[in-house]
């Protein structure tokens, strides 16, 4: 039977605990040794700082070594040697082993040195492109290896790269819901660009190849940010919000996909928030009712939040009910209150539902 590897003082706990069982009776001594026999205590992580940190100065003395020559060395050798580290980097991932962190992180090396060597060899050659055609012939290869790999890694590349290539691409503007009061451009126009969309489609493709958690959740807010986006420019800030904020409120409650619910939750709180506040409602239609639209909305996610919380989503339904308490609190009576009592106030609320956090869950668990 392999050896379970435990860090240190994860051993010296349990040949403690080991000692207190065996003087209560409850386990032998043959047992005891039993038991500490399927742990082994995890070796020093220093040797392989030392090896880590020997082999990136190596790599950054030979990067430095090259580029202090490369303008004197042929055009065709510099080719090779970009497609002879690319290859070498990508033989060294097989051999270390496709599965572990060390294989995976040549894996990562190759990709960088792909997305480099189309920037070196289009200057060498003198063939123009700009820096989003560079950025989406990366993108394309670092998909397509992390389906091929079935590499979390290389998804959370792809989709790094891809929010900075849709930030070029004036397809995604975090501050558009805010800024754009009014419809920009017409509906016809809401898939434009249309490449923003279709990689966006081959994020989620690719996906499917690793079904990581963290990749789903930052597909959903790449997802999410060009959908309000587009919609802002397309529709006006404000009902771009009151769309995102009516679509989390119906994700929250599809529980048999735990994280789109989960999503939805944070849709419903973030968007719902900031709804709460009278500068986002404007516009002719909303501005009759102002300052009553905010309210009713702030009722409304609360009550949502509420039901989320008696469906056992306790942490995400209790922050924003709390955050929602917070923001009109502040708004409208902190400011009436001398400091003193107010953060006097202010500490005793946190105080007290520190204390009954706990009830409070048990009286939703009823």
């Given at each position: 039977?392999?050896?379970?590897?435990?860090?240190?003082?994860?051993?010296?706990?349990?040949?403690?605990?080991?000692?207190?069982?065996?003087?209560?009776?409850?386990?032998?001594?043959?047992q005891?040794?039993?038991?500490?026999?399927?742990?082994?205590?995890?070796?020093?992580?220093?040797?392989?700082?030392?090896?880590?940190?020997?082999?990136?100065?190596?790599?950054?003395?030979?990067?430095?070594?090259?580029?202090?020559?490369?303008?004197?060395?042929?055009?065709?050798?510099?080719?090779?040697?970009?497609?002879?580290?690319?290859?070498?980097?990508?033989?060294?991932?097989?051999?270390?082993?496709?599965?572990?962190?060390?294989?995976?992180?040549?894996?990562?090396?190759?990709?960088?040195?792909?997305?480099?060597?189309i920037?070196?060899?289009?200057?060498?050659?003198?063939?123009?492109?700009?820096?989003?055609?560079?950025?989406?012939w990366?993108?394309?290869?670092?998909?397509?290896?992390?389906?091929?790999?079935?590499?979390?890694?290389?998804?959370?590349?792809?989709?790094?790269?891809?929010?900075?290539?849709?930030?070029?691409?004036?397809?995604?503007?975090?501050?558009?819901?805010?800024?754009?009061?009014?419809?920009?451009?017409?509906?016809?126009?809401?898939?434009?660009?249309?490449?923003?969309?279709?990689?966006?489609?081959?994020?989620?493709?690719?996906?499917?190849?690793?079904r990581?958690?963290t990749?789903?959740?930052?597909?959903?807010?790449?997802?999410?940010?060009?959908?309000?986006?587009?919609?802002?420019?397309?529709?006006?800030?404000?009902?771009?919000?009151?769309?995102?904020?009516?679509?989390?409120?119906?994700?929250?409650?599809?529980?048999?996909?735990?994280?789109?619910?989960?999503?939805?939750?944070?849709?419903?709180?973030?968007?719902?928030?900031?709804?709460?506040?009278?500068?986002?409602?404007?516009?002719?239609?909303?501005?009759?009712?102002?300052n009553?639209?905010?309210?009713?909305?702030?009722?409304?996610?609360?009550?949502?939040?509420?039901?989320?919380?008696?469906?056992?989503?306790?942490?995400?339904?209790?922050?924003?009910?709390?955050l929602?308490?917070?923001?009109?609190?502040?708004?409208?009576?902190?400011?009436?209150?001398?400091?003193?009592?107010?953060?006097?106030?202010?500490?005793?609320?946190f105080?007290?539902?520190?204390?009954?956090?706990?009830?409070?869950?048990?009286?939703?668990?009823?």
């Amino acid at each position: 039977m392999a050896l379970s590897k435990i860090k240190r003082r994860e051993m010296d706990f349990l040949n403690a605990e080991t000692v207190v069982w065996v003087d209560e009776g409850i386990i032998s001594d043959e047992q005891s040794a039993k038991i500490l026999s399927l742990y082994d205590v995890k070796a020093s992580n220093l040797r392989a700082i030392m090896l880590t940190a020997g082999g990136i100065l190596l790599g950054l003395g030979a990067v430095s070594f090259v580029m202090a020559h490369w303008h004197e060395l042929d055009k065709f050798f510099r080719v090779c040697l970009i497609a002879g580290v690319y290859a070498a980097s990508l033989c060294a991932y097989f051999l270390t082993g496709r599965s572990t962190k060390t294989g995976r992180a040549f894996l990562l090396l190759a990709s960088g040195i792909f997305g480099a060597g189309i920037y070196l060899i289009t200057h060498m050659y003198d063939y123009y492109m700009t820096f989003g055609e560079i950025l989406g012939w990366w993108i394309a290869e670092v998909i397509i290896t992390s389906v091929l790999a079935r590499d979390e890694w290389q998804m959370y590349l792809a989709q790094f790269l891809s929010l900075i290539w849709m930030n070029e691409a004036d397809a995604v503007n975090a501050f558009a819901l805010y800024f754009v009061r009014t419809a920009r451009i017409p509906i016809a126009e809401f898939f434009a660009p249309v490449r923003a969309f279709a990689l966006m489609l081959s994020l989620w493709l690719a996906w499917f190849a690793t079904r990581d958690r963290t990749a789903f959740t930052l597909n959903m807010l790449l997802t999410v940010l060009l959908m309000a986006s587009r919609m802002s420019l397309c529709l006006g800030g404000t009902e771009a919000l009151i769309i995102l904020t009516v679509t989390g409120a119906v994700m929250s409650f599809m529980s048999k996909w735990r994280d789109t619910a989960v999503m939805g939750m944070l849709m419903l709180g973030v968007f719902g928030l900031l709804l709460t506040w009278p500068d986002f409602w404007r516009g002719e239609i909303f501005a009759s009712g102002r300052n009553v639209y905010p309210v009713i909305n702030a009722v409304i996610v609360a009550a949502l939040m509420l039901l989320n919380i008696y469906r056992g989503h306790y942490g995400i339904g209790i922050t924003f009910c709390a955050l929602l308490a917070s923001r009109y609190f502040f708004d409208h009576l902190f400011g009436y209150l001398p400091k003193a009592w107010g953060f006097t106030l202010t500490g005793v609320i946190f105080v007290t539902a520190g204390i009954f956090f706990g009830k409070i869950k048990k009286f939703f668990e009823r």
